[in-house]
């Protein structure tokens, strides 16, 4: 075993992993295993799970989020309250629009505690994945939001195209930090719309007091006021509310 820095990580070169090591192999959909399945030019096995199944309500969530997808959204907001789902909805509409638009890799990041949050994504994608197989085709990444630093190379320029982003506990990015940094270089936020990655953001807690939700509608509210001489335009930037999802077509001559 051996620390390799190009890597930041540890590695095993052989052609199986000795039995002490077992209990430390890369987990499926995880950031080791994408490091691993580059080296061997092969993907892993992925995890398994009990199936799950959307509910009506469910249903009608993706089908608004993939809806926006197909109407050339850059980006839906997920603001469902605690509790209803929205992980399951989070994985169910990113396959969706991963097939709408022919995409191969989803980044997700999760808040603290990783060792609960990526298992329990990990998990969902299973529960929903053909035959229950993690990979289903795409390359599902998930990643606590404090190691993004990882997919970045030296230059500063992420290490890996991302297709979709879903970014859970969205709220931890309202600050000026080194992680929303990579964020918004992993989604390429200040890039042309064609080429950006489809970004599907959640959390239940937009505002942590009523001066962030105020601050927060007033963005939008002067953003829709901006916009206003391009109300008739189909390629006007617009703002809808749908059962708590949030669409916001951001950037570039949109």
Not at 228 to 241: Q, T
């Amino acid at each position: 075993m051996t620390y390799y820095k190009s890597l930041t990580a540890h590695a095993y070169v052989g052609t199986a992993l000795p039995s002490p090591l077992e209990p430390y192999a890369s987990k499926p959909c995880s950031y080791l295993r994408w490091l691993e399945d580059e080296l061997n030019g092969s993907e892993g096995p992925g995890a398994t799970a009990a199936p799950m199944t959307l509910r009506p309500e469910q249903h009608a969530d993706v089908d608004a989020i993939v809806a926006a997808a197909q109407r050339q959204f850059r980006q839906v907001h997920l603001a469902n309250d605690v509790g209803t789902g929205k992980t399951l909805v989070a994985v169910a509409a990113a396959k969706g629009i991963a097939k709408l638009r022919g995409a191969r890799t989803i980044l997700v990041t999760v808040d603290r505690p990783a060792r609960i949050t990526i298992p329990s994504w990990r998990r969902t994608i299973a529960a929903l994945g053909d035959d229950n197989q993690c990979d289903d085709d795409l390359r599902w990444i998930i990643m606590s939001s404090d190691s993004l630093g990882k997919l970045m190379a030296r230059n500063g320029r992420p290490r890996l195209k991302v297709d979709v982003a879903v970014i859970d506990e969205a709220h931890q990015f309202r600050h000026a930090s080194k992680r929303t940094s990579y964020m918004r270089r992993l989604t390429r936020m200040d890039g042309p719309h064609e080429k950006a990655p489809f970004v599907l953001t959640i959390t239940a807690t937009p505002g942590h007091h009523p001066g962030v939700m105020r601050s927060s509608w007033q963005c939008l509210i002067r953003r829709l006021q901006c916009q206003r001489d391009w109300a008739a335009s189909p390629r006007a930037v617009g703002v809808e509310v749908e059962r708590g999802v949030v669409l916001c077509q951001m950037g570039g001559n949109r």
